[in-house]
């Protein structure tokens, strides 16, 4: 059989530099995907509907884990209302009257995770990493970068996770290369606390592993902080 790898992240200087708070989570499973899951979509639509009563999109702003995120992108460079981190677009849409894209299980898991807690939330097929190790800096002028739907985007001035090949996650859109899909076996999630509250990104990490263990099989879930 096998071995798995066992991921490794690491935070570099200049991330800290901009965020010296700063908190992750990692989470890793063995899952199985489905096209759509009736059960997971009734807790979307639940919590879609708690945050029309709740929230405004101005309001949403206010939000720790938006606010911070926002603070981080102006630190190192980036627009956060041009380059919107993915929590905060997904949230402003759900207050817009329009509905969450449906894509397949894991995708829509990650999103409701990234929704309910406001943390920037990336997730990935961990066999299509490079590696071991992911590092989390910034973007580089230039760095190439094709984002999930997006193609090429640019990264400059974005936290970034990179793999040995390159980069493979930004808050504002995750990477074509490493992406889930319905073949996706062996999961990584990773939760970007720019907020430094480790409690609420435990709770984060937590709360993806239950709905892991509900929707996606998962029996061996794990994660670490970092």
């Known amino acids: 059989m096998e071995e798995k790898k066992k991921i490794k992240v690491l935070v570099l200087a200049e991330i800290k530099q901009v965020c010296p708070e700063f908190v992750g ?20 639509e639940r919590q879609c509907e708690r945050f029309r009563r709740e929230l405004t999109t101005e309001s949403l702003k206010e939000r720790t884990s938006i606010a911070a995120t926002r603070r981080v992108y102006k630190a190192c460079g980036k627009d956060p209302s041009r380059y919107r981190p993915a929590s905060e677009a997904l949230i402003r849409r759900v207050l817009q009257g329009k509905e969450l894209y449906q894509r397949d299980t894991l995708v829509d898991l990650v999103n409701l995770a990234s929704i309910v807690y406001g943390y920037s939330i990336g997730g990935f097929d961990a066999d299509r990493f490079v590696g071991d190790t992911l ?26 996770y990179r793999d040995s090949q390159g980069g493979v996650g930004t808050p504002t859109s995750d990477n ?37 263990a509900r929707y996606c099989q998962s029996t061996n879930g794990s994660y670490f902080m970092y």
């Open 25 to 44: 989570a990692c989470v890793e499973a063995d899952v199985v995907n489905t096209p759509y899951c009736e059960g997971l979509w009734q807790e979307v």
């Open 135 to 160: 590092t989390l800096g910034i973007g580089r002028e230039g760095e190439p970068y094709e984002g999930i739907g997006r193609g090429i985007i640019n990264i400059e001035g974005l936290p970034v």
């Open 176 to 212: 074509e290369r490493t992406k889930m899909t319905l073949d996706t076996r062996r999961l990584v999630v990773l939760i970007n606390g720019y907020d430094g509250n480790e409690q609420r990104v435990r709770e984060n990490a937590e709360y993806i592993l239950a709905l892991l």
